[in-house]
Antibody, heavy 120, light 106 residues
């Protein structure tokens, strides 16, 4: 069974940092492209970042470029999101999502999400 | 930056056909996909590459994409289809989601 399990969320003060993790199982993680997507309370989905299967190619949304950093460890079947300079508007549920080549960029696997709350 | 526009809400009677549109500049030249999200749950892919259904998605879900509009069609809509639906496409090196459409089955 495919599983993506996010962790590392919590309450953080404005200006603070947080590192999210996503543990993958049930599929060949090293063959899949991965992303981070967030959803603010009551709002829609917002894509944040992409990393290719090898880790060699990375993209970011303008809203997080320079503040967030995506990485992966294929040996540990894990995806990460390092977040700095957090703002109140970064408060959201953060999902990791994966896709293989055959879905043409559609995210076939999603985790359950981890909640990040930025507040003093 | 690229935008995908969806109607905020669509209503449909049980058993009828629901159509949800997603508009973007030359969207037909891209691969569009659709996600279903029920309250408190993660999104689920229901259509990819414009009109393909992942394994386990009922046949009543179908999609099309031409010109500037992609459409998700749910035939014989059931109460369990009540959810938020999001379209998505890639534009250069970024992923764009539509704002989402709440489908109400009444």
């Amino acid at each position: 069974e495919v599983q993506l399990v996010e962790s590392g969320g919590g309450l953080v003060q404005p200006g603070g940092s947080l590192r999210l993790s996503c543990a993958a199982s049930g599929f060949i993680f090293s063959s899949y492209e991965m992303n981070w997507v967030r959803q603010a309370p009551g709002k829609g989905l917002e894509w944040l970042s992409y990393i290719i299967s090898s880790g060699a190619t990375i993209y970011y949304a303008d809203s997080v470029k320079g503040r967030f950093s995506i990485s992966r460890d294929n040996a540990k079947n894990s995806l990460y999101l390092q977040m700095h300079s957090l703002r109140a508007e970064d408060t959201a549920v953060y999902y990791c999502a994966g896709h293989g080549g055959y879905t043409y960029g559609a995210f076939e696997f999603w985790g359950r999400g981890t909640l990040v709350t930025v507040s003093s | 930056s690229y935008e995908l526009i969806q109607p905020p809400s669509v209503s449909v009677s049980p058993g009828q056909t629901a159509s949800i549109t997603c508009s973007g500049d030359k969207l037909g030249d891209k691969d569009a996909c659709w996600y279903q999200q029920k309250p408190g749950q993660s999104p689920v892919l229901v259509i990819y590459q414009d009109n393909k259904r992942p394994s386990g998605i009922p046949e009543r879900f179908s999609g099309s994409n031409s010109g500037n509009t992609a459409t998700l069609t749910i035939s014989g809509t059931q109460a369990m289809d009540e959810a938020d639906y999001y379209c998505q496409a890639w534009d250069s090196s970024t992923v764009v989601f539509g704002g989402g459409t709440r489908l109400t089955v009444l």
